[in-house]
Every structure is written in C-alpha cells, then in structure tokens.
C-alpha cells in the first residue's frame, strides 16, 4: 500500500479528535479550492465554526499555497493564499499572525493571490481582523502595500504609536508611508519625530515629514520650515543637482503659508525677491492678508521691491489669475 494512501482505522481504535479536525479541514481546503464561489462561501463559513483547531492546518495549507504560487499548473492542486487568510482571519486566531506577518514583509508593493477573490490584500485584512499588538505592527510597517492602510484603520488610536516606531526604520518607503498617515490622523504626538526627518537624506521622507506637519497644523514646526529656506531657489545657483530639493522647499514654502499666517509673510516675501516662484505664489493665495505688507513695501522698499509689491497686489486683486 502507498504510504500516502489514507489507512483505515484499526477495530477498537479510538478516533482521534485531531485526526477528524484534520480530515474535516482537508475536505474544506478541497471547496475551498473551487471555482465556485458558493463552495468557497460554504467552505470559509464552517472552518470558522471549527476554530482553533483548524489554525495549524490551514497554516500549513498557506504555506504550500505561497510554494505553488507562480506555477499555473501546480496552483490547481489546492486553494490560493488568498481564500487560506480570508479563512483566518475569519477565525481571529493570534496564533496564525506570525505567518501572516511574515508573508506580508516578503511581498513586494502589490498582493496578487492565485485563487484569492474576496481582497486587495487579504492577507492585511485577515491581519486586521485578528486584531492584535503584533497584527498591529506588521501592517503599520507595511502600509505602502495594497490594502495594508484599510485593515489598519481596524486599529483606531492605537496606530498612533505603531506608526512612531515605522517613523525609526532605516527604509525610506516605510517611513514616507507612515509619516502621510500620521498627517492624515492629526495627531500632534508625532510632531517631535516628524521634526526629526527634517534631515533625513531623502527626499521622498522629507517631503512626507512637510506634510504630515502642515496637516497636523502644530505651530512648532514653523522654525523648522523657515529652516528649509535658507538654501538658494532655483533662479539663483548654477548647482544643476539643486533641482532634487525643488520638491522640498515647495512643500515647505506651502507648510509654512499655512502654518504661519501673517508671521511668515517676511520670509514669504524675501524668497519672492530671491526668485522663489512657490513663495510668491503662496503670497498671492494669502489673498487680502498680505497686502497690508506689501503696501507697505510700495511706501518704503526700493524700485526693485515696490514693482514686485505692485504686482504682487494687482494679481491678488485680480484673483491671481496671473500667477
């Protein structure tokens, strides 16, 4: 006999409670890999009403799952990965979350799942239905994949410190995500670290930081934004690489329109005599604000100042449709 063929149970052999989880499970992983979604529906219903027992099981399936994936013919030999973490996270069972997690890490940007029909990411959203520290962690440093920011969103206020500690990884990507998500939350308990990234080398996490600082709307960013300033605009350096920090000082001329008000029209107005067109532009769409200084500008600033003051104030007069 095949050593792989099922034997049959001895006379006076008790069964073995794990043997019929088992054999339940394997019978389910089989509908599970149907291409009809009522037997799928069907299948993911009654491993949920198994519970925990099944969890080691259905591990074991996602992990040949992820083996088969990229083999048209061998992924027909059982479920995707994609029904396996619907069906656990269905069962809300911490035990499977190291798996999860690990396979979330691995992927790249995108979720593509042989057989996975009911997610963008199901492996996020099954992570997000467990619910737990360690769910919690593995999606907030991997919100830059698909998915992975709605199942966090499951966490409410406790993000809030996941994504603190994203903020430290030494990986750009992650720590750009994590800082627009901390915009997009308002939180000012992020500001110190957001102030931090104010000098990382890349772009991408300084512009994110710029951000998240002028959506969380803390007033204590702003001399670190006026900081940003002090490199020379575009029209005044023949340093071609300057360019890459365009993008930079945009957001951070725009951050400190915002955050500034009145207090910053000095700064504003200086980078606008520098050259700064992002400056200048940001002057016009402080609209009716800013013209009490430039008036004052046409009263006592030389020809140069006053004909840019009077420009200034005839295109907020006209709605800046000029600028």
Same mark, same amino acid.
């Given at each position: &006999?095949? +050593?792989? $063929?099922? @034997?049959?149970?001895?006379?006076? =052999?008790?069964?073995? +409670?794990?043997? =019929? !989880?088992?054999e339940q499970v394997a019978l389910l992983l089989g509908m599970l890999a149907s291409n009809y979604s009522e037997?799928?529906?069907?299948a993911i219903v009654?491993?949920? =009403?198994? /519970? $925990?027992?099944?969890?080691?099981?259905? *591990?074991?399936?996602?992990?040949?799952?992820?083996?088969?994936?990229?083999?048209? +013919?061998a992924s027909r030999d059982g479920p995707g990965v994609g029904d396996i973490a619907h069906s656990l996270g269905m069962i809300g069972s911490p035990s499977a979350v190291g798996v999860l997690s690990e396979m979330l890490d691995d992927r790249g940007d995108s979720f593509f799942s042989l057989g996975g029909t009911r997610s963008e990411n199901p492996v996020a959203e099954a992570l997000g239905k467990i619910g737990s520290k360690e769910a919690l962690d593995a999606l907030a440093r991997n919100l830059h994949k698909g998915g992975a920011s709605a199942a966090l969103g499951r966490?409410?206020?406790?993000?809030?410190?996941?994504?603190?500690k994203v903020l430290e990884s030494s990986d750009a990507t992650r720590q750009a995500t994590a800082a627009q998500q901390l915009g997009t939350l308002g939180d000012s308990a992020a500001v110190?670290?957001?102030?931090?990234?104010?000098?990382?080398? +890349?772009?991408?996490? @300084?512009?994110?930081a710029i951000d998240a600082l002028s959506e969380i709307g803390d007033h204590a960013a702003i001399p670190h934004l006026r900081a940003l300033l002090k490199t020379?605009?575009? $029209?005044?350096?023949?340093? *071609?690489?300057? =360019?890459?920090?365009? $993008?930079?000082?945009?957001?951070?001329?725009?951050? *400190?329109? @915002?955050? %500034? /008000?009145?207090?910053?029209i000095p700064d504003l107005w200086r980078e606008t005599l520098a050259g700064d067109r992002d400056a200048k532009?940001?002057?016009?769409? &402080?609209?009716?604000?800013?013209?009490?200084?430039? !008036?004052?500008?046409?009263?006592? %600033?030389?020809?140069?100042?006053? @004909?840019?003051?009077?420009? *200034?104030?005839?295109?907020?007069?006209?709605?800046?449709k000029r600028a």
């Amino acid at each position: &006999m095949d +050593e792989n $063929e099922s @034997k049959p149970v001895q006379p006076g =052999r008790k069964y073995d +409670e794990s043997e =019929r !989880v088992g054999e339940q499970v394997a019978l389910l992983l089989g509908m599970l890999a149907s291409n009809y979604s009522e037997a799928k529906t069907s299948a993911i219903v009654q491993l949920s =009403r198994i /519970g $925990e027992p099944a969890v080691p099981h259905l *591990l074991q399936a996602l992990r040949d799952a992820r083996r088969r994936e990229g083999d048209r +013919e061998a992924s027909r030999d059982g479920p995707g990965v994609g029904d396996i973490a619907h069906s656990l996270g269905m069962i809300g069972s911490p035990s499977a979350v190291g798996v999860l997690s690990e396979m979330l890490d691995d992927r790249g940007d995108s979720f593509f799942s042989l057989g996975g029909t009911r997610s963008e990411n199901p492996v996020a959203e099954a992570l997000g239905k467990i619910g737990s520290k360690e769910a919690l962690d593995a999606l907030a440093r991997n919100l830059h994949k698909g998915g992975a920011s709605a199942a966090l969103g499951r966490f409410g206020d406790d993000r809030v410190g996941a994504l603190l500690k994203v903020l430290e990884s030494s990986d750009a990507t992650r720590q750009a995500t994590a800082a627009q998500q901390l915009g997009t939350l308002g939180d000012s308990a992020a500001v110190p670290k957001l102030l931090t990234l104010l000098g990382a080398p +890349e772009n991408s996490v @300084k512009a994110a930081a710029i951000d998240a600082l002028s959506e969380i709307g803390d007033h204590a960013a702003i001399p670190h934004l006026r900081a940003l300033l002090k490199t020379a605009p575009p $029209e005044q350096t023949g340093n *071609l690489y300057w =360019r890459q920090d365009d $993008e930079v000082r945009s957001r951070a001329v725009n951050a *400190l329109a @915002k955050l %500034g /008000g009145v207090s910053v029209i000095p700064d504003l107005w200086r980078e606008t005599l520098a050259g700064d067109r992002d400056a200048k532009s940001a002057l016009i769409q &402080m609209g009716d604000t800013a013209i009490p200084s430039l !008036v004052d500008v046409l009263v006592k %600033g030389d020809t140069g100042a006053q @004909k840019v003051a009077a420009e *200034l104030i005839s295109e907020i007069k006209a709605g800046g449709k000029r600028a």
